[in-house]
Every structure is written in C-alpha cells, then in structure tokens.
C-alpha cells in the first residue's frame, strides 16, 4: 500500500513539475513576443486608380498591374510568418491580401475582416474624377493639383487630414461623405482591434490592408510625430512596432519589392 502512495505522489509531484513548466514556457513565450510587428500595405492599383476616378466606399478590381504588384510583395514577404492578416470588404484589399499571403513559405493565417480599414468614404463624390473633388480645395487653400500631386503634401501640411476629409464632407453635394471624426472613430476601434487579437494569440508579425487615405489617418492617430503626410503609393509597405503600449513608425511607404 506505501508502494501505491509513494507512486501517486511521484506521479502527482511530475505533473505538477511539468506544469510549472508550461506555465514558464508561456511565460517566456509571452515575454519573448511582447513587441508585435504590423506590416500597413496599401491595396494593388486598381481600374479607378488608373481612370483617375475617386474611389472610397466604392469599388474597382486589381488592374494587371495591381494584380502584379501584389504578387511580387508576397514574394518579398514570403519569409516573414503573419499570425494575423486584415483587410476590409473592399475587393481591393481583400485580394490584395489573399495575393500576398498566396505566396507565403509559411501556414498563413485567417483573412478577418474590420470596416475600421475601408478607405474614406467620399459620398457624391465616389466614381467622379479626382478633379472634381480635389481642385477646390487645393485652390482654396492657394496650391496646385497636377498629375503627380506635387502639392498634396503641403496641402497635408497646411489643413491636415482632418481639413481635407471635412472640406470634402461639406463640399459633398449629396452630404454623405464622412467627416473626419467619423473616419478617425472606425479607424481607431480597427487599431484597438488588431491590439486586442494580437495579444490574445501572442502575435508578432500582422498584416493589414488597407487604403491610401485610411492608412495615413491611422499613422496620424498613433504616431502623430513620426507621419508626416507622405504620399502612398499602391502595394507601398509601412511598418509600425507595437510595445510597452506605444506604437512607433519604422519604415514609410516601402516600394523596394514591387521596383523592376
């Protein structure tokens, strides 16, 4: 009978061992990926990007170009294992994501969806040429709109985002565009997002899809200091570290691996 006790509690004494263990494997693991990385990547060029059309709320598919775009950024990110992969419902970006992942060397993740990551919504304006929505406010503001929007940054500079996304809304003549509290509100509620779910699974390399305004909105919400309006081009890769509850900008609008 001593034999029997003196066997369970061996027993019992390994399991508890080997479960103090786990938990300071976890503990470890936890501590290891406390800083997470998050890969901003603007969708492939699209039909409307091409036709000079606004394109916010609304749709166009991935031109050859685009499609292209996408598939050489995956093969420049097939090393790195995304544990999280975003994008919003806007066919744009979720191909673009599902185009990057395609090429992954690793188990890619489960693509989520968040509204949070749609581009602007640009109202009465949506399908229109950039012209219509865009000289106005550049001329109001005494700059120049040209095919290569060499004063869009100054324009950023001089009223900001949130300026440019309420010119619009007022502007709007059907009054449905966004106006910049709301774009920032959804914005914000993504970002919390990605937070919570990277720490739920102790995430360290996510990527998210997105937009060339909405991205620049969500650098302005978290590194303010750091953006500093620079234009995005398509397939563009910005990178932000995330640690100790603090964001920070590590690159901005990457194009070196969709470059001939």
């Not at 294992?81 to 090429?103: C, H, P, V």
């Not at 500079?157 to 509100?185: F, M, S, V």
């Not at 302005?220 to 509850?245: A, F, H, M, R, W």
Request: glycine residues 8%; hydrophobic residues 35%; negative net charge.
């Amino acid at each position: 009978m001593k034999k029997v006790f003196l066997g369970l509690f061996v027993g019992l004494l390994g399991l508890s061992l080997t479960a103090c263990g786990s938990e300071n494997n976890k503990s470890e693991a936890k501590e290891k990926n406390d800083e997470v990385t998050i890969y901003l990547i603007r969708h492939g060029k699209t039909f409307f990007n091409t036709t000079d059309q606004v394109q916010g709320f609304a749709d166009s598919p991935l031109t050859d170009v685009g499609i292209s775009q996408a598939e050489k950024l995956g093969e420049g990110l097939k090393d790195i294992k995304f544990d999280l992969a975003y994008s919003s419902e806007l066919g744009r970006q979720r191909n673009t994501a599902k185009l990057i992942l395609s090429k992954s060397e690793h188990k890619t993740p489960e693509l989520l969806e968040h509204d949070g990551f749609k581009e602007w919504n640009y109202g009465g304006y949506e399908g229109k040429t950039n012209g219509e929505m865009w000289e106005p406010i550049f001329e109001k503001n005494g700059l120049k709109l040209d095919e290569n929007w060499s004063d869009y940054e100054k324009l950023v500079e001089k009223i900001g985002d949130a300026g440019i996304a309420n010119a619009i809304a007022e502007n709007d003549p059907l009054k449905a565009a966004e106006t910049y509290d709301e774009i920032t509100t959804r914005g914000q509620a993504a970002m919390d997002q990605v937070i919570k779910d990277a720490k739920k699974k102790n995430a360290e390399n996510v990527m998210i899809v997105s937009s060339g305004s909405m991205i620049p909105t969500i650098l302005e919400l978290i590194v303010p200091e750091e953006y500093q309006g620079e234009v995005l081009d398509n397939c563009s890769v910005t990178i932000l570290k995330y640690k100790d509850n603090k964001y920070s900008l590590d690159v901005i609008g990457d194009t070196q691996y969709i470059e001939e």
